[in-house]
Protein backbone atom coordinates (compact mmCIF):
# COMPACT_ATOMS: atom_id res chain seq x y z
CA UNK A 1 0.00 0.00 0.00
CA UNK A 2 0.94 3.71 0.06
CA UNK A 3 3.26 5.08 2.38
CA UNK A 4 2.83 8.72 4.22
CA UNK A 5 5.61 10.38 6.06
CA UNK A 6 5.33 13.27 7.92
CA UNK A 7 7.91 15.26 9.65
CA UNK A 8 8.64 16.47 12.44
CA UNK A 9 7.19 13.85 14.38
CA UNK A 10 6.87 16.46 17.49
CA UNK A 11 7.17 20.41 17.24
CA UNK A 12 7.21 23.06 20.31
CA UNK A 13 6.55 26.76 19.08
CA UNK A 14 6.05 29.78 20.93
CA UNK A 15 3.16 31.61 20.45
CA UNK A 16 3.12 34.09 17.15
CA UNK A 17 6.40 31.67 15.51
CA UNK A 18 5.95 29.84 12.21
CA UNK A 19 6.13 26.67 11.16
CA UNK A 20 6.02 24.20 8.50
CA UNK A 21 4.87 20.76 8.21
CA UNK A 22 5.36 18.28 5.44
CA UNK A 23 3.97 15.03 4.42
CA UNK A 24 5.82 12.61 1.79
CA UNK A 25 4.04 9.97 0.38
CA UNK A 26 5.26 6.91 -1.83
CA UNK A 27 2.98 6.36 -4.66
CA UNK A 28 0.47 8.48 -7.41
CA UNK A 29 -2.69 9.72 -5.27
CA UNK A 30 -5.95 10.96 -6.25
CA UNK A 31 -6.40 12.87 -3.23
CA UNK A 32 -4.93 14.31 -0.73
CA UNK A 33 -6.11 15.67 2.69
CA UNK A 34 -4.76 17.72 5.77
CA UNK A 35 -6.83 17.69 9.23
CA UNK A 36 -6.18 19.14 12.60
CA UNK A 37 -7.26 16.91 15.53
CA UNK A 38 -7.89 19.18 18.54
CA UNK A 39 -7.13 18.03 22.26
CA UNK A 40 -10.64 16.72 22.43
CA UNK A 41 -10.03 14.09 19.99
CA UNK A 42 -11.99 16.14 17.65
CA UNK A 43 -10.68 15.36 13.83
CA UNK A 44 -11.52 18.92 11.61
CA UNK A 45 -10.88 18.90 7.54
CA UNK A 46 -8.05 21.50 7.25
CA UNK A 47 -7.73 21.40 3.48
CA UNK A 48 -8.20 19.14 0.47
CA UNK A 49 -5.25 19.81 -1.57
CA UNK A 50 -4.51 16.93 -4.53
CA UNK A 51 -2.46 19.71 -5.97
CA UNK A 52 -1.88 23.25 -6.01
CA UNK A 53 -2.02 26.04 -3.39
CA UNK A 54 -4.58 26.96 -0.91
CA UNK A 55 -4.91 29.40 1.80
CA UNK A 56 -7.52 29.98 5.07
CA UNK A 57 -6.34 32.31 7.33
CA UNK A 58 -3.35 31.72 8.90
CA UNK A 59 -2.96 28.49 7.24
CA UNK A 60 -2.10 27.43 3.68
CA UNK A 61 -1.31 24.25 1.95
CA UNK A 62 0.95 23.65 -1.02
CA UNK A 63 0.93 19.90 -2.89
CA UNK A 64 3.05 19.23 -5.21
CA UNK A 65 1.70 15.67 -6.43
CA UNK A 66 5.09 14.85 -9.30
CA UNK A 67 7.23 14.85 -6.33
CA UNK A 68 5.01 13.33 -4.07
CA UNK A 69 4.69 15.49 -1.48
CA UNK A 70 2.99 18.32 0.46
CA UNK A 71 3.34 21.02 3.27
CA UNK A 72 1.25 22.69 5.78
CA UNK A 73 2.09 26.21 6.80
CA UNK A 74 0.68 27.80 10.12
CA UNK A 75 1.82 31.26 10.70
CA UNK A 76 1.79 33.53 13.50
CA UNK A 77 0.84 30.36 15.43
CA UNK A 78 -1.67 30.69 18.20
CA UNK A 79 -2.33 28.57 21.59
CA UNK A 80 -5.13 27.14 19.56
CA UNK A 81 -3.24 25.74 17.36
CA UNK A 82 -1.86 22.71 19.26
CA UNK A 83 -2.71 19.51 18.52
CA UNK A 84 -2.08 16.87 16.08
CA UNK A 85 -1.75 17.49 12.57
CA UNK A 86 -2.48 14.43 10.01
CA UNK A 87 -2.09 14.42 6.57
CA UNK A 88 -4.33 11.68 4.59
CA UNK A 89 -3.99 10.15 1.69
CA UNK A 90 -6.40 8.55 -1.11
CA UNK A 91 -6.03 5.87 -3.97
CA UNK A 92 -8.79 4.55 -5.83
CA UNK A 93 -9.62 1.04 -4.95
CA UNK A 94 -13.04 -0.22 -6.94
CA UNK A 95 -15.40 2.54 -6.49
CA UNK A 96 -14.14 3.49 -3.05
CA UNK A 97 -11.82 5.89 -2.32
CA UNK A 98 -9.21 4.27 0.33
CA UNK A 99 -7.36 6.70 2.70
CA UNK A 100 -4.28 6.29 4.41
CA UNK A 101 -2.82 8.40 7.26
CA UNK A 102 0.68 9.73 8.08
CA UNK A 103 1.51 9.36 11.83
CA UNK A 104 0.97 13.36 12.57
CA UNK A 105 2.49 16.10 13.43
CA UNK A 106 2.03 16.88 17.27
CA UNK A 107 3.01 20.77 17.89
CA UNK A 108 2.51 22.51 20.85
CA UNK A 109 2.16 26.07 21.24
CA UNK A 110 3.25 27.95 24.27
CA UNK A 111 1.80 31.39 25.53
CA UNK B 1 -24.76 19.90 9.06
CA UNK B 2 -23.32 16.16 8.78
CA UNK B 3 -23.64 14.07 11.96
CA UNK B 4 -21.30 11.20 12.54
CA UNK B 5 -21.99 10.02 16.41
CA UNK B 6 -20.33 7.57 18.74
CA UNK B 7 -21.82 5.29 21.09
CA UNK B 8 -19.37 6.46 23.91
CA UNK B 9 -16.69 8.88 24.85
CA UNK B 10 -15.07 7.05 27.02
CA UNK B 11 -15.06 3.31 27.74
CA UNK B 12 -13.55 0.81 30.52
CA UNK B 13 -13.78 -2.99 29.88
CA UNK B 14 -11.69 -5.58 31.49
CA UNK B 15 -9.66 -8.73 29.82
CA UNK B 16 -12.00 -10.81 27.94
CA UNK B 17 -14.90 -8.95 27.78
CA UNK B 18 -17.07 -8.67 24.25
CA UNK B 19 -17.05 -5.07 23.22
CA UNK B 20 -19.15 -3.37 21.01
CA UNK B 21 -18.60 0.17 20.07
CA UNK B 22 -21.23 2.28 17.95
CA UNK B 23 -21.30 4.75 15.00
CA UNK B 24 -24.05 6.54 13.59
CA UNK B 25 -24.76 8.81 10.85
CA UNK B 26 -27.41 10.37 9.66
CA UNK B 27 -26.71 11.67 6.01
CA UNK B 28 -27.43 8.71 4.42
CA UNK B 29 -23.86 7.49 3.70
CA UNK B 30 -22.94 4.72 1.92
CA UNK B 31 -19.38 3.66 3.23
CA UNK B 32 -18.39 4.10 6.67
CA UNK B 33 -14.99 3.41 8.68
CA UNK B 34 -13.75 2.33 11.50
CA UNK B 35 -9.73 3.74 12.59
CA UNK B 36 -7.95 3.11 15.63
CA UNK B 37 -5.66 5.75 16.45
CA UNK B 38 -2.41 5.24 18.22
CA UNK B 39 0.29 7.50 19.56
CA UNK B 40 2.97 7.97 16.87
CA UNK B 41 1.85 5.83 14.30
CA UNK B 42 -1.32 7.71 12.97
CA UNK B 43 -4.89 6.56 12.05
CA UNK B 44 -5.07 2.67 11.17
CA UNK B 45 -7.64 1.31 9.00
CA UNK B 46 -9.89 -1.66 10.53
CA UNK B 47 -12.39 -1.91 8.75
CA UNK B 48 -14.84 -0.17 6.37
CA UNK B 49 -18.26 -1.20 4.54
CA UNK B 50 -19.73 0.52 1.18
CA UNK B 51 -22.91 -1.15 1.71
CA UNK B 52 -25.15 -2.54 4.34
CA UNK B 53 -24.58 -6.17 4.98
CA UNK B 54 -20.76 -5.48 3.18
CA UNK B 55 -17.59 -5.25 4.74
CA UNK B 56 -13.87 -5.08 3.77
CA UNK B 57 -10.98 -5.64 6.27
CA UNK B 58 -8.10 -2.70 6.61
CA UNK B 59 -4.55 -2.97 7.49
CA UNK B 60 -4.97 -4.22 11.01
CA UNK B 61 -8.27 -6.15 10.92
CA UNK B 62 -7.63 -8.75 13.41
CA UNK B 63 -8.94 -8.85 17.04
CA UNK B 64 -11.89 -7.29 15.33
CA UNK B 65 -15.06 -7.96 13.53
CA UNK B 66 -18.11 -5.71 12.30
CA UNK B 67 -21.38 -5.49 11.83
CA UNK B 68 -23.85 -3.42 9.04
CA UNK B 69 -27.23 -4.45 9.67
CA UNK B 70 -28.34 -0.70 8.64
CA UNK B 71 -27.24 2.06 6.50
CA UNK B 72 -26.78 4.34 9.25
CA UNK B 73 -25.45 2.19 12.17
CA UNK B 74 -21.63 0.58 11.97
CA UNK B 75 -20.76 -1.49 14.67
CA UNK B 76 -17.49 -2.43 15.66
CA UNK B 77 -16.72 -5.64 17.81
CA UNK B 78 -14.02 -6.97 20.14
CA UNK B 79 -15.06 -10.31 20.55
CA UNK B 80 -12.60 -10.74 23.58
CA UNK B 81 -11.36 -7.35 24.25
CA UNK B 82 -7.41 -7.44 25.16
CA UNK B 83 -4.96 -5.23 26.72
CA UNK B 84 -3.37 -4.51 22.99
CA UNK B 85 -6.63 -3.04 22.19
CA UNK B 86 -6.89 0.33 24.47
CA UNK B 87 -6.79 2.78 21.79
CA UNK B 88 -8.59 5.93 20.57
CA UNK B 89 -11.36 4.53 18.08
CA UNK B 90 -12.48 7.20 15.30
CA UNK B 91 -15.37 6.39 12.86
CA UNK B 92 -16.34 7.47 9.86
CA UNK B 93 -18.47 8.03 6.96
CA UNK B 94 -18.29 9.36 3.39
CA UNK B 95 -20.96 8.98 0.06
CA UNK B 96 -20.51 6.30 -2.40
CA UNK B 97 -17.93 7.13 -5.34
CA UNK B 98 -16.80 10.41 -3.65
CA UNK B 99 -13.38 10.96 -1.58
CA UNK B 100 -12.22 12.59 1.07
CA UNK B 101 -14.79 16.30 0.81
CA UNK B 102 -17.62 14.26 2.17
CA UNK B 103 -15.40 11.88 4.25
CA UNK B 104 -16.84 13.06 7.86
CA UNK B 105 -15.33 11.74 11.69
CA UNK B 106 -17.47 11.10 14.60
CA UNK B 107 -15.86 12.31 18.07
CA UNK B 108 -13.84 9.11 19.04
CA UNK B 109 -14.11 6.59 21.71
CA UNK B 110 -11.11 6.09 24.00
CA UNK B 111 -11.42 2.82 25.56
CA UNK B 112 -9.12 1.38 28.01
CA UNK B 113 -8.68 -2.45 28.48
CA UNK B 114 -7.69 -3.51 32.01
Known amino acids: GIQVEQSPPDLILQEGANSTLRCNFS?????LQWFHQNPWGQLINLFYIPSGTKQNGRLSATTVATERYSLLYISSSQTTDSGVYFC?????????????FGRGTSLIVHP | DVKVTQSSRYLVKRTGEKVFLECVQD?????MFWYRQDPGLGLRLIYFSYDVKMKEKGDIPEGYSVSREKKERFSLILESASTNQTSMYLC?????????????FGPGTRLTVL
Open chain 1, 88 to 100: AVEARSGGSYIPT
Open chain 2, 92 to 104: ASSQAGTDARSRF
Open chain 2, 27 to 31: MDHEN
Open chain 1, 27 to 31: DSVNN
